[in-house]
């Protein structure tokens, strides 16, 4: 009881904070630059500690788990923060699953405190050959990586699957940054050539396929919170303007066409909350907790992107206009649809899954 | 073989030990034909078998299982209550069909605004024995909107003359009593002003019953007309004029206990459907990302409704307002849509039809049934057009039209 009292405290701190620092003015003319990501904002939410907040408290970091990391991607959507969050998320849960003590210790600090960020590829990108320790290959569409410090490769060594963490300042390494429509994420195509690792890089799981479900599920449940976030804030934003945009004489929020589809957009959202907060609430081993991930992703992101769309239409001419918010939450929800496996992966995967039960 | 006796009552303060003890009870009580019988029979002969299914349930206390001990049920703890409604979800027992208003609306009604003589009159009928009660709530033109009715009850003395016309009323057919609202104030300031509560004894000279026939080719619904019905002032439901907020509380009162049933009845039969299409629509790519689709907003549901069971169970006073008008929104079209996708998966097959199965609610695995009876979530109970009005207006504060 206490835990959730205190996960509503603390995602209230995480918007109250968001709506300050980064109101919608600001995500308004963000959009028009062409960062990788909000190098400002992020070093003040490093320092509040939410880079640390799933890192557990015996490697230094505050250990709240999934719940908590759901509530902080949701808050991260809900404002369009461009933050490259959900490479630390990972990075941290991977390192804490399969990383060596001395791997730990190298690497777990800087991420919990935010001073690195790290960047992972998409399920299915290039595997490299990591044998011999040295890289060479394209890794192509990296979520994040334009902004990261750290980056994690998939890779085979000796026939098996490991993961290789390696600096972006590493001699071959070289990262192109491709636009995004969602200019509060960035995308970037990694080559490496003839890059030297060792030992130390090498992130060896017993079982790969555990390792790679468990970043899916966590990467699931981040993104459909994200979604639910942006989602919520998108309608809440055209809600207001249906309360004072007039015409024909009264205010477009008492047409009942326009009334009966923010209804069900509301109704859809209250829906879509519950899949992400049982998600988040299941242990990684719990029977359905990868299921459950998956599902809150194609759902939510689904549900989101069909509210977004709608709310530019809502909005009518101005919702085209970069001037209003509404289009930065279209973009962040198609992209958030499109991020680790689109709809049609998972549902394949959700299928396979009913039918073994 | 000896059959045991089960105590699942006695099992309260054990939650696994009492959800065993109802599976076991059901794996040795449930009738396993129970679909094919209740299917072929109607009327007099249908609530024969109810009765019996009743009966059963009687013998471990639980006819009536969402009662407090006060109205003389056997007072489970709310989450005791919840189980014995998955249990038998789960296992398929049927639901007692036309007891819904007996043991739902008529007691929840009588215990907060009937008078104690109303209480001890009516209740044994339901406890003990075999009353079924109805509902005349709706009129041709006051469906959605309910306070507009315009039945009449004039008072006479020691009387009211009860004139005009009831529709929906479900099971009216076989009923012994009615929970009829009419207007005893036409000159009310509100519409909802001089509307008055009463018990309406379906034997009274006066009331022609008459079937509709429904689109599923049931006929559960009926019409009643009242022509000069006399009813006795003690069968007025707490004060003439007071009916609207008497009909609050009857509305109000399943508490979520019904749709929970309903829709665990449904996640049953859901996965059944994907495990029998293994070698047909399952194998199709596209019938299998839908019914993959569907999955989530089943679980979208399914979770809703628990977080409202649970809240109510921490609280009923606390629970969101909100909720149920979001479920009711969600689960109607996602029933409908549902159902239509297993005729598009299933083809011609799905087409044939057969009488519906009394007791499955919408589980019945008929699948035109089911479809064509979907539209009892989205029309009945407050159209899911009027829950739309209540969420903008209401919750997201936009102004009427």
Redo the contacts between chains.
Sequence with gaps: MSEEVDLEVLAESFNEFLIAEWPREKAVAYARRNEAYSADLWSQVAALGWTALNASEAQGGLGMGTPATAALHEALGAAASPLPMLGNTLAIALIEAIGTDVQKAAMLPALIDGSERACFPEPGAATLNADGLVLNGVVTDVLDAPAATLIFLRATQAGKTVWIALPTTAKGIEITATPLADTSRSLGTIVLKDVSADASNVLAPTNAQTADDELMRLAAIAIAADALGGGNAVLAVT?EY??VREQFG??I????GL??R???H???L???R??V??AASLDADAPDALL?AL??K??VT?VTAEVARDCIQLHGGVGFTSEYVPHIYLKRAKLNEALFGT??VL??R??DM??A? | MMSRTFDILGKVGDEQAFRQEIRDWLAEKLPKNWRQKWQNVRDEALKAEVVKWLETRREVGLGAAHWPKEWGGPGLPFAYQIIVFEELSKADAPELDMFGISLFHTPATLFEHGSQAQKDKYLKGITEGTDIWCQGFSEPGAGSDLASLRTSARFEGDHYVVNGQKIWSSGAAHADYCLLLARTDPNGKRKHDGISYFIMDMKSPGIDVRPIHQITGESHFAEMFMDDVKIPIENLIGAEGNGWNIAQSTLSTERGLLIFGEVERLARSF?LD?RDA?DSW?GD?QF??E???L???L???R??IR?LLKELEANPEKASPT?P??IK??WGPFLQRYTEFLLRAEGLEAQKWQPAIPGTTHSSRLRINDFLNSYGWTIAGGSN?I???I???R???????
């Design positions: 809600i249906m309360k009264r205010v929020g008492s047409f009942q009334k009966h923010v209804a069900d509301k109704a859809a209250e829906a879509a519950e899949l907060e049982h459950a599902t809150a194609q759902h689904r709809r049609s549902l394949d959700i299928a009913l039918e039960k | 996965e994907g293994r399952m790519v299998r990302r019914y993959a689709a999955y989530g907003e679980q979208s549901v979770l809703m977080k909720l008008t979001y929104l969600i057009e829950m739309r009005n969420i903008s207006e919750i997201l504060g936009l102004p009427k039209g």
